[in-house]
């Protein structure tokens, strides 16, 4: 039976209504008023502005930004310089257009596109990556073997680097003197070094790591809390240990392990550092988070990167949309049991 709210509980929702209303909410509004704004730009390229009774109009051979009267379509001959335009917000605006101008170069302009396919590229694989190596480990330790408390201290180690870390670590390891082609070139593998770094490869490198890491640290303790039970009864009754992991093991525990692996493959699709640090943001590796990032910071253009990163939202909402439709083919239930 439902049982409803009474007023006395809408204040104990009180402190996690107003964060969630300052920090999510509001800024969400800012962001939606940016999208479906456009700035307008004279013919020179530069932002026209407005104080409600007259537009103001950028003149370069003067630096100056000289009164327009949009009635009688003339100048009035009054200057005002950058400064005292952009520094008066309040009463000096842009003149702006409500529409949907903005999603619409994001997808008519090869260079905001390709963001799109940059970031699948780079996210899908290294997910699936992440979840084999993630899965693998912790099924080989859902046990109790010696050095587990080692290895899985080990795996999980890289959480507490951080990306940054990480892409430190990496341009030390994998510079063309660096000690992996050090090694290879000493055991003859390779005659020239391998140049990983700056490279597609390694931004992959460097996610599957911190990746494999988060996953694994979800993986495990769902594999642990598997019931050892199910796996015994089906070998009694004939199932050798592939179909017992195929037909029972993997079908109880694969709704949790794509609950975490959404969450890990969402996080990834908003990935930043890895991919400038040692990656190619210019060109393989230029995804959502770079250009919106570029567009804030150094074209300040502030509609465009609420605008990438919508697409960035609406992205992520699709990845959870497809992984939780895959989820539900499996079995929802619990398969643990209380050791």
């Known amino acids: 039976m439902e049982q409803q709210i009474k007023k006395g509980d809408y204040l104990l929702l009180l402190p996690s209504a107003i964060p969630i209303t300052i920090l999510f909410i509001l800024p969400l ?96 694989p290294a997910s699936l990556v992440q979840f084999l190596l993630a899965f693998s480990m912790a099924y080989y330790l859902r046990k109790k073997i010696r050095g587990k408390f080692f290895l899985t201290t080990m795996i999980i180690f890289p959480l507490t680097l951080g990306s940054l870390i990480i892409a430190s670590g990496m341009t030390n390891l994998f510079r063309t003197s660096g000690w992996f082609n050090l090694f290879l070139l000493k055991v003859g593998l390779i005659e020239n070094p391998i140049v990983i770094l700056y490279t597609y490869w390694g931004t992959f490198i460097a996610i599957t790591i911190g990746g494999t890491a988060f996953l694994f640290s979800g993986f495990l303790a769902i594999c642990e809390q598997f019931d050892p039970n199910l796996e015994v009864a089906a070998l009694t009754l004939g199932a050798n240990r592939f179909k017992t992991f195929l037909l029972i093991f993997l079908p109880l525990t694969m709704p949790s392990l794509l609950g975490i692996f959404s969450l890990g493959t969402v996080l990834m699709l908003g990935l930043y550092p890895s991919a400038v640090l040692v990656g190619d943001p210019v060109n393989t590796t230029r995804v959502f988070a770079v250009a919106a990032f570029e567009e804030f910071q150094q074209a300040f253009n502030y509609n465009m990167a609420a605008t990438v990163s919508l697409v960035l939202t609406l992205s992520q909402v699709v990845v959870l949309i497809v992984l939780g439709r895959i989820r539900r083919l499996f079995y929802i239930g619990f398969g643990g049991t209380f050791k």
């Not at 502005?49 to 630096?63: T, V």
């Not at 994001?106 to 260079?111: A, G, I, N």
């Open 29 to 124: 509004l800012y962001s939606l008023s940016l999208i479906f704004t456009t700035p307008v730009y004279d013919e020179l390229g530069k932002e026209i502005y407005s104080d409600s009774n007259y537009e103001y109009h950028y003149k370069g051979e003067i630096n100056r930004y000289r009164q327009y009267n949009p009635e009688t379509n003339e100048y009035t001959g009054n200057d005002l310089r950058p400064y005292d335009i952009k520094s008066r917000s309040e009463i000096y605006k842009q003149v702006k257009t409500w529409g949907f101008q903005n999603i619409k170069t994001f997808f008519m302009t090869k260079r905001y596109r390709v963001t799109i396919l940059n970031t699948f590229r780079l996210v899908i």
